[in-house]
T-cell receptor, first 113, second 112 residues
Framework: SQTIHQWPATLVQPVGSPLSLECTVE??????LYWYRQAAGRGLQLLFY??????ISSEVPQNLSASRPQDRQFILSSKKLLLSDSGFYLC????????????FGPGTRLTVT | GDSVTQMEGPVTLSEEAFLTINCTYT??????LFWYVQYPGEGLQLLLK?????DKGSNKGFEATYRKETTSFHLEKGSVQVSDSAVYFC???????????FGKGTKLTVNP
């Protein structure tokens, strides 16, 4: 069966510090991968999605970036965090060309202080 | 453009009450439709789905019917439990994009 992991689970970082969040999917090949952000009390915002290694689309201009160094690994990064980067970050995967449902990881709670 | 509109909460019900959360969508064609549930501090879980018109998705006592005439996919449950307290998201597949379009979420609180 397929599983999706995210780490760390929680993170507290000062403004201006770098960020690296990791997402890994097991039990499937060539998944579509997604990064979402959920600000407190708000809905989901799609940040990046990837249909393959080195194929990453950015949905929202910001100080975040994403990379996919391996088929089932998706990394969200920032060189300098802003207070507004605080939120709940969710990684998800889907099977390309299927019925299109996405499967979500447990999330990372990021607090920028 | 594509969008999903769902009733804004919060919704507060007593245990065993009937639940309806409305969801309508704007999209090209007849996209697959989904309901996701998010329990506090967790990621989203797929609750149910429907892939074509008139399909009924069901799971854990929840149901939703794909109505193409009204472009709706309302979530219903006949008797809610305290454990159903969560945020519910309606979503549809955005054709040709490999992406889902989500509603803003509806927070449900069920009191004993």
């Amino acid at each position: 069966s397929q599983t999706i992991h995210q780490w760390p689970a929680t993170l507290v970082q000062p403004v201006g510090s770098p960020l690296s969040l990791e997402c890994t999917v097991e039990g499937t090949s060539n998944p579509n991968l997604y990064w979402y952000r959920q600000a407190a009390g708000r809905g989901l915002q799609l940040l990046f999605y990837s249909i393959g290694i080195d194929q990453i689309s950015s949905e929202v201009p910001q100080n975040l970036s994403a990379s996919r160094p391996q088929d089932r690994q998706f990394i969200l990064s920032s060189k300098k965090l802003l207070l507004s980067d605080s939120g709940f970050y969710l990684c998800a995967w889907s099977v390309p060309g299927s019925s299109y449902e996405q499967y979500f990881g447990p999330g990372t709670r990021l607090t920028v202080t | 453009g594509d969008s999903v509109t769902q009733m804004e909460g919060p919704v507060t019900l007593s245990e065993e009450a009937f639940l309806t959360i409305n969801c309508t969508y704007t999209a090209t064609g007849y996209p697959s439709l989904f309901w996701y549930v998010q329990y506090p501090g967790e990621g989203l879980q797929l609750l149910l789905k429907a892939t074509k018109a008139d399909d009924k998705g069901s799971n854990k006592g929840f149901e939703a019917t794909y109505r193409k005439e009204t472009t709706s996919f309302h979530l219903e449950k006949g008797s809610v439990q305290v454990s159903d307290s969560a945020v519910y998201f309606c979503a549809h597949y955005q054709g040709g994009s490999e992406k889902l379009v989500f509603g803003k979420g509806t927070k449900l609180t069920v009191n004993p």
